[in-house]
């Protein structure tokens, strides 16, 4: 009936008969990834464990193939989904390649001797995460980033359609945490996986993810693509942001304005502005910049930290109207800062603006 | 390079395994032909062979010294098997029989069925002891499966079956003071734990118990691998947690339960013997560490009964002394290892 190779059906998680979140609809096809993003506590494991069969669900079901999970045995679920599970396994004198071949254990005989395939289906793994050279090393020595390689290759030579991953990208630096999205994108797509993962990187989940879903409270909150998902009023409300704001653009955040009258008067452009800016808000002094077009990049971050901003539109030359907005604004100031380098022929008027500041102290920022 | 290496992985097993037969060889030599009276290698030889030997010595050999010394292999691959199995279950280096309480509640169990049948006449059969050793076993082991079950902590969990251990040995002293004169030395000796008194019947009985459930630990040596991984990956493996887990607590009661019936509590080789093969052997590897576990078990307990026999002989040591002088110190030395490497 329909093209989703994992779906759920109304399915509600949570603890010990009480429910934590409630009609949960997903539906994924092979290759995509599936993001959960979503405040401490709010029931992103909980989900990630019930679709794993780990927990059981109060209500509904979950689908593999059109199958139910509640169905398939033991053997045949891990055959069809493997986990990535944030917790460091034991492992207690094992290799990484000992690792990884755990996950040829629903194939493997009685004894659970690897055959010849095991082996290949192990060391491609290892290749395709890039974890090959790490075979002969103790799981228990390896660096954290290492770490995760290793267990998602013992999840892929699992052969399982579907990998769930819990929260894989904590405890990593970035050079790690890009490498894994990375890769997970592209196991995707090279072997048709469907993943879902919970991330707190939101950053991370709008450039990795097809679809994003924000779980907070008793319902899903929102579900789609990551465009549809991450916008500033989406993120601010799952997370309740009280201070700070959150960029959709490049997905940083920044700390909360200095509130109150400007004091400062900031005359950036083109990126030139942005440290200045944020060096103001951590002295706590209330600023205003200008004159921004709005389509430059120290427009989106003065919107997040500036008090007052004096700007013009996209593509447009300064208006005198906008000119004289500016120099009374500078009035109100006590300091002028100038982080231009340059003036081109579309922000010429900020020259005007430097030079006409007056008898205040002006400093040549940047 | 790699391939070097993989090579000498083998080789190492391989050659660990080959010196293990050889120190056990050794060792079933010593323990029959030494004694209070030494009997020489070649009348040893003759009566294993069954030709013509000197009849004190065919009988000290038969009757005593060789059900003894098989009783010790038995009983010490028991131990370490019992041992191992427990170390996987709860994730912990130093759990044991002994120490989680097991062996002493199976103490316990078989001094008061002991006790009971005192007024009967003739004494209770083998079964009926390894029967309620059993029942006494499962009985400390649900207990520390509770404790367990509340308190996360590894240590706490020792703590627990330490307290068990003191419990029902107190209360098997109580139940020993109020025997016959005449019957409190045997009970008294064997709750201190010995591989004396061994008779070829004992060694059926135990051969058969320890054998089977030995060959069945080794069957489970796949599921034990994956279990090494950690409950919820073991699970996404497709194992069944809940079979495995209750396999694991009733094949390690009998184990512990059946050493207990025939030997007393034997402190600190389900600790000792486990933790050595796998420092050796350089591998958690269950296929491998299984049945080295066994020998491994064996060649403690053969030493270790010889020494309790052979070095204030006449007088001979509880073979818990003597286990505990040798497998303390490997208890202290896992303890430490631990803290420099978390």
């Known amino acids: 009936m329909s093209a989703y190779y994992f779906q759920t059906k109304g399915l509600t998680v949570g603890y010990d008969g009480k429910p934590l979140v409630r009609d949960i609809e997903i539906g994924l096809r092979k290759g995509e990834i599936l993001t959960l993003i979503g405040p401490n506590g709010c029931g992103k494991t909980t989900i990630l464990k019930s679709i794993a069969k780990y927990l059981k669900s109060i209500y509904g079901a979950v689908y593999i193939g059109g199958e139910s999970i509640d169905e398939l045995s033991n053997k045949e679920l891990s055959r069809k989904a493997a986990v990535v599970l944030p917790q460091k396994p034991r492992a207690e004198m094992m290799t990484c390649h000992d690792v990884v071949a755990t996950g040829r254990y629903p194939y493997t005989g009685m004894l659970g001797i690897l055959s010849a395939k095991d082996r290949a289906q192990v060391q491609s793994a ?54 894994l999205l990375f890769l997970l994108r592209r196991m995707a797509k090279e072997r048709g996986v469907a993943v879902i993962l919970s991330l707190h990187e939101l950053d991370m989940a709008q450039k990795a993810s097809d679809f994003v879903m924000c779980v907070k409270g008793e319902y899903i909150a929102r579900y789609g693509a990551p465009e549809e998902i991450f916008k500033k009023e989406c993120i601010h409300e799952l997370f309740d942001l009280k201070s700070g704001s959150y960029n ?91 982080c231009l380098n340059g003036y081109g022929e579309m922000n010429m008027e900020n020259r005007r603006l430097w030079e006409t500041a007056g008898s205040r102290p002006r400093v040549k920022g940047g | 390079m790699r391939i070097t290496a993989k090579k000498s992985g083998y080789s190492r097993v391989f050659v660990i395994a080959a010196a293990s037969l050889a120190t056990l060889l050794l060792l079933v030599i010593l323990n029959i032909s030494l004694g209070s009276i030494p009997v020489p290698v070649e009348e040893t030889i003759k009566v294993l062979l069954g030709m013509d030997a000197d009849e004190t010595y065919r009988s000290i050999l038969w009757k005593i010294r060789l059900p003894r010394m098989t009783a010790g292999i038995l009983l010490g691959g028991a131990l370490a098997l019992a041992g191992y199995l427990l170390q996987t279950f709860f994730n912990n280096p130093i759990a044991g029989p ?26 209770v059969g083998s079964a009926a002891l390894i029967f309620a050793a059993f029942v006494g076993a499962l009985f400390s082991m649900g207990f520390v499966l509770l404790v367990s079950r509340r308190v996360r902590r590894a240590s706490m969990l020792i703590v627990a079956g330490v307290m068990v251990g003191y419990i029902c040995s107190a209360i098997t002293d109580f139940v020993i003071t109020f025997a016959d004169d005449s019957s409190i030395v045997n009970l008294h000796n064997w709750s201190r734990g010995s591989f004396s008194g061994a008779s070829w019947e004992d060694v059926r009985i135990m051969a058969a118990v320890v054998l089977i459930a030995s060959l069945i630990i080794f069957f489970m040596a796949k599921p034990l691998g994956a279990y090494q991984m950690g409950e919820e990956y073991a699970q996404n493996m ?51 560490v299984i049945p080295l576990c066994f020998l491994g078990g064996a060649i403690f307990c053969l030493a270790c009964d010889l020494m309790a026999r052979v070095v204030f002989a006449p007088t001979e040591v509880s073979i818990s002394s003597v286990t505990a002088v040798f497998g303390a110190p490997v208890v202290i030395a896992i303890m430490l290892g631990r803290r420099a490497a978390p």
């Open chain 1, 126 to 179: 290892m290749e395709q995460v890039g974890a090959w050279e790490l075979r002969g090393w103790e799981f228990n020595r390896v660096s954290d980033g290492q770490r995760q390689r290793v267990l998602l290759a013992r999840a892929l030579c699992q052969q399982s359609q579907i990998i769930v991953l819990d929260e894989p990208t904590s405890f990593l630096d970035i050079r790690y945490k890009l490498e």
């Open chain 1, 248 to 338: 959709p653009f490049f997905g940083s955040l920044e700390l909360e304005r200095s509130r109150g009258a400007p004091q400062v008067f900031v005359i950036a452009g083109g990126g030139t502005g942005i440290a200045q800016y944020r060096r103001l808000q951590k002295e706590g002094i209330p600023f205003a910049t200008g004159i921004l077009h709005e389509n430059d990049v120290d427009y989106q971050v003065a919107c997040d930290l500036a008090s007052v901003i004096i700007s013009e539109r996209s593509f447009e030359k300064i208006s005198e109207n906008t000119f004289q907005k500016a120099l009374e604004c500078i009035k109100g100031c006590h300091t002028v800062v100038n």
């Open chain 2, 238 to 288: 497709g194992l069944n947690i809940k079979l495995f887990r209750a396999s694991l607590v009733v094949l390690s009661s009998v184990l512990a339960a059946c050493v207990t019936a025939f030997a007393g509590p034997v402190s600190f080789v389900g600790i000792a013997a486990p933790h050595l093969v796998k420092a050796f052997l350089k591998t958690a590897k269950p296929m491998i």
């Open chain 2, 98 to 123: 002994y120490v989680l309480g097991i062996s002493s509640g199976a103490k316990l169990a078989v001094a008061c069925l002991l006790m009971a049948a005192l007024g009967r006449h003739g004494g």
